[in-house]
C-alpha cells in the first residue's frame, strides 16, 4: 500500500514509519506544522511542536530511507483544536485537545488530503492495536491511548495503520537505537502541545481576558472568595483555590460546579462529587451497529482512568450512563469511552453528570 506516515519528530512516530517501510508499503513521511509561530527547542517533555521536532522527524526519514514533506496546518489547528479549546473552557467545560486533534486534524484534514493524493492510508505512532477495522487498547497498559482514538468513525480506522500497538514503549525505545535512530531517548511529550509554559490558566487568560468572579461554599452558599475568571478551574480541583480558611470540619474543598453564565465557582466536600450517571452525547459507534437497549460494558472516562463498569442506554441523540459504583472528578467536555474487554466499542462526549441518590 501506499501510506503517509504523520512523523511528529518523536521515537513513536519514526519506529512507526519504519515498521511501516519494513511491511513492504510505499512510505511517506509527513510532519505537521501546527504553530504559526513554532519556538526553536523543546524545554524537557513540553510541546510536540517545535523547529527542533520538524528536523528530528526529518532526520529520522532520511535514516529509514524514505521521503518527506512538512505540511503546514496552523490554520486549521487554530480553528480547529486552539479555537475550541478555548470556547470549551469559556463554556465551563474541560475539553481535551488531543481527542479532538485526532478528531479534527490527524484523521480528518490529513487523512482527507492523504486520500486525495493517491495514499490508501495514514500511518502514526499511537499506542492501540487495530485490526479488521476492531480498535483495541495496546498490550502496554500505561501507554495505551486508545482512548483518545475513540473519537474515530469506522471509515476513518479503515484507513489508519497502528504498528506499536503489540509492543511495549520500552521495546520501541530498544528498536529506535538499534535502528539508529537519534530519538530514540527524547522524553515523551506529556503537555499540551500548544501551551508549551504548562500554565494553562494564563494562556487562556490572555485569550479570554480576567472575568472575576465568585467562589461559593455549595453547602452554606457563603461567598469564600474570588477569581480571575472561572476558565481556571475544573471540576475536582483542590489545589489553587487560595479560600485562605478551611471548611469547618477541616477537610479540604474541591470545586464541584462551574457557572460561565454567573461566573461562579462552586465548591465543597469530596463525597459531593461522587457520580453515577452520566449524560453523553455525539456518540460515535465503531463496532458493528449501535444497540438499541441497554448494554453491559466497562466504560473509561478521563485519558488516564481506569474502566468501570456500566450499564449505556441509548437516550434521545446520546446515550445515559449508568455506573456500577459512583467515580469522582467526572468533567463536562471529557470522553465517556465504552470497552468490551480491550475492545473499543464506541465513544460519546459528556454533557452532563449527577448522583441519582441525591436527584432521585
Request: proline fraction near 6%; include cysteine.
Amino acid at each position: 500500500m501506499k501510506v503517509l506516515a504523520a512523523m511528529s519528530g518523536g521515537v513513536d512516530s519514526a519506529v512507526a514509519a519504519a515498521r511501516a517501510a519494513d511491511a513492504g508499503h510505499d512510505v511517506t513521511g509527513v510532519h505537521l506544522a501546527l504553530s504559526e509561530s513554532p519556538q526553536s527547542h523543546r524545554t524537557g517533555a513540553r510541546g510536540c511542536c517545535t523547529l527542533e521536532d520538524s528536523r528530528d522527524a526529518r532526520r529520522a526519514a532520511d535514516v529509514i530511507g524514505i521521503p518527506f514533506y512538512v505540511w503546514g496546518m496552523a490554520e486549521r489547528f487554530g480553528a480547529d483544536v486552539v479555537d475550541n479549546f478555548v470556547a470549551e473552557y469559556a463554556a465551563g467545560r474541560t475539553p481535551n485537545p488531543c481527542l479532538r486533534c485526532n478528531e479534527k486534524i490527524k484523521f480528518a484534514a490529513v487523512l482527507d488530503r492523504a486520500l486525495a493524493l493517491g495514499f490508501d492510508a495514514v500511518v502514526t505512532g499511537h499506542h492501540a492495536r487495530l485490526s479488521g477495522g476492531v480498535l483495541r487498547r495496546s498490550v502496554d497498559a500505561a501507554k495505551d491511548q486508545s482512548y483518545v482514538l475513540a473519537v474515530l468513525t469506522r471509515a476513518q480506522l479503515a484507513h489508519s495503520i497502528f504498528p506499536l500497538g503489540d509492543s511495549t514503549k520500552v521495546q520501541v525505545r530498544a528498536e529506535a537505537a538499534e535502528r539508529g535512530l537519534t530519538v530514540a531517548d527524547k522524553p515523551d511529550s506529556h503537555d499540551i502541545c500548544f501551551i508549551p509554559d504548562g500554565d494553562t490558566a494564563g494562556f487562556l487568560r490572555e485569550r479570554l481576558g480576567e472575568r472575576p468572579g465568585e467562589i461559593v461554599d455549595a453547602v452554606s452558599g457563603e461567598v469564600l472568595g474570588g477569581h480571575d475568571g472561572s476558565f481556571a478551574y475544573t471540576i475536582g480541583q483542590r489545589r489553587g483555590l487560595r479560600l485562605g480558611r478551611p471548611a469547618p470540619d477541616g477537610k479540604p474543598r474541591y470545586v464541584l460546579d462551574i457557572s460561565p453564565v454567573t461566573n461562579t465557582v462552586r465548591v465543597g466536600p469530596a463525597e459531593a462529587l461522587d457520580v453515577d450517571e452520566i449524560t453523553a452525547v455525539r456518540p460515535v459507534w465503531i463496532v458493528a451497529a449501535e444497540p438499541e437497549g441497554p448494554l453491559r460494558c466497562l466504560v473509561q472516562i478521563r485519558a488516564h482512568g481506569s474502566p468501570r463498569p456500566a450499564t449505556v442506554i441509548p437516550a434521545g441523540q446520546g446515550w445515559r450512563v449508568e455506573l456500577d459504583a459512583p467515580d469522582r472528578g467526572v468533567a463536562a467536555g471529557q470522553a465517556v469511552v465504552l470497552y468490551d474487554g480491550d475492545t473499543v466499542l464506541g465513544s460519546a462526549t459528556i454533557d452532563s453528570a449527577r448522583s441519582r441518590a441525591v436527584t432521585a
